[in-house]
């Protein structure tokens, strides 16, 4: 199986921070890589796909880059809506695998 | 607006038996591949089975193989997952989703609310 790695496991930020998450497969997965968004209680949100497209409803402050084996997600300019646990996972091989998450805090 | 509902979870004892159901609605089910994902007490997401859109061959997380059983009944818009074996370990809380793709392309682009399963004595 593939495993995803995500740094850093938990980020505090402020409203307005540009924030930064990192996400690392075992071995080359091309551009199959998607990000997700949780908040407590509820269910994970698809925000990001195939690398960098944004999910439709998604806020263009969103954005992913990478490929082969390295990728972020980034956020522009953190609003008070997006501090949750963020998740990457692959989708290039079975069975699909997710990161251990990015828990995103308020500073 | 596309609507995931799950149901069926509840307490059982190790060894035992549970079938969750999905009802989909809002969007056409039989043209979509669906995905059940876990994700234990405060830990991270794990996926457990995929089935495609005809609900061909399905496909199990190694954990689960042999004790799961996923399909679909694409005239009923339902999907479902027969638990048996279960172990302490299958606690969580289960969400079915929807695939962006009719095959497993395995980008899940709904989510249900999630429903628990604890396996306890």
């Known amino acids: 199986d593939i495993q995803m790695t995500q740094s850093p496991s938990s980020l505090s930020a402020s409203v307005g921070d540009r924030v930064t998450i990192s996400c690392r497969a075992s071995q080359s997965i091309s551009n199959y890589l998607n990000w997700y968004q949780q908040k407590p209680g509820k269910a994970p949100k698809l925000l990001i796909y195939i690398t960098s497209s944004l999910q439709s409803g998604v806020p263009s402050r969103f954005s992913g880059s990478g490929s082969g084996t390295d990728f972020t997600l980034t956020i522009s300019s953190l609003q008070p809506e997006d501090f949750a646990t963020y998740y990457c996972?692959?989708?290039?091989?079975?069975?699909?695998?997710f990161g251990q998450g990015t828990n995103l805090e308020i500073k | 607006e596309v609507q995931l509902l799950e149901s069926g979870g509840g307490l059982v004892q190790p060894g035992g038996s549970l079938r969750l159901s999905c009802a989909a609605s809002g969007f056409a089910f039989s043209s979509y591949a669906m995905t059940w994902v876990r994700q234990a007490p405060g830990k991270g997401l794990e996926w457990v089975s995929g089935?495609?859109?005809?609900?061909?061959?399905?496909y199990y997380a190694d954990s689960v193989k042999g004790r799961f059983t996923i399909s679909r009944d694409n005239a009923k818009n339902m999907l479902y997952l027969q638990m048996n074996s279960l172990r302490a370990e299958d606690t969580a809380v289960y969400y079915c989703a929807k695939d962006i793709g009719r095959g497993m392309v395995e980008i899940l682009d709904y989510w249900g609310q999630g429903i628990l399963v604890t396996v306890s004595a």
């Open positions: 089935i495609s859109s005809s609900g061909g061959i399905p």
């Open positions: 996972q692959q989708s290039y091989s079975s069975p699909p695998t």
